[in-house]
């Protein structure tokens, strides 16, 4: 089992909250990141930081914004959530190298009534 | 493009029986190329990792094949048990890139029935 934790685990929330996803993860992973993934779909990368003080978009376009103040902590923001946020947002972390290997956060399930 | 197509998309299969898993790729220049478990609620469990000069490689009752000049890998699930039912995901990392990036397939939705 991964170190890496999410929470929450399950969100439901009004259109115009601004809400926090937390993950942390107690590896030391310089690498970070925040993936979406609706169902039956692929995990589609909107964040990425290579370490304190760095984040980078990814491929998929997202409302969101991430930062980096420590190592270990990569928190996720939607200032104004809506109903096209709904979905899983999943986090990972990795070192550096090669052939890395990416733990994955358990996901949160977040819906935007 | 870099792609990751998986087939099937859902497989339903009795407890005991064996099944195999088909992803095609087209990401380029490859680096490797990795098996996920990903149970309903929860992030994918990493099961296998095959650079290019490998070719076949088992955690247990899951063996992974590749085959690099044709981009195609195999995921195959023997005796297999309830536990089993998960997707599972086929991602392909490309090393055109300081981050490594991952191209995720689909995944194949399996179902094992008692």
């Known amino acids: 089992e991964a170190d890496i934790y999410q929470t929450p685990r399950y969100l439901v929330i009004g259109t115009g909250k601004k809400i926090t996803l937390e993950c942390s993860q107690t590896?030391?992973?310089?690498?970070m990141y925040w993936y979406q993934q609706d169902p039956g779909m692929e995990l589609h990368l909107i964040h990425y930081?290579?370490?304190?003080?760095?984040?980078e978009k990814g491929d998929l376009s997202s409302e969101s914004t991430v930062s980096r103040i420590r190592t270990e902590h990569f928190p996720l923001t939607l200032e104004s959530a809506r109903p096209s946020h709904t979905s899983q947002y999943l986090c990972?972390?990795?070192?550096?190298?090669?052939?890395?290997?990416?733990?994955f956060g358990p996901g949160t399930r977040l819906t935007v009534t | 493009k870099n792609q990751v197509e998986q087939s099937p998309q859902s497989l339903i299969i009795l407890e005991g029986k064996n099944c195999t898993l088909q992803?095609?790729?087209?990401?380029?220049?490859?680096?490797?190329l990795r098996w996920y478990k990903q149970d309903t609620g929860r992030g994918p469990v990493s099961l296998t990792i095959?650079?290019?000069?490998?070719n076949t490689k088992s955690n247990g009752r899951y063996t992974a094949t590749l085959d690099a000049d044709t981009k195609q890998s195999s995921l195959h699930i023997t005796a297999s048990q309830l536990s089993d039912s998960a997707s599972y995901i086929c991602?392909?990392?490309?090393?055109?890139?300081?981050?490594?990036?991952?191209?995720f397939g689909r995944g194949t939705q399996l179902t094992v029935w008692p």
């Open positions: 990972a972390s990795s070192e550096e190298g090669g052939d890395y290997e990416q733990y």
């Open positions: 590896m030391g992973h310089d690498k």
């Open positions: 930081s290579y370490g304190v003080n760095s984040t």
């Open positions: 992803c095609n790729y087209t990401v380029s220049p490859f680096s490797n």
């Open positions: 095959m650079t290019f000069s490998e």
């Open positions: 991602v392909v990392s490309d090393r055109g890139s300081t981050l490594g990036r991952l191209y």
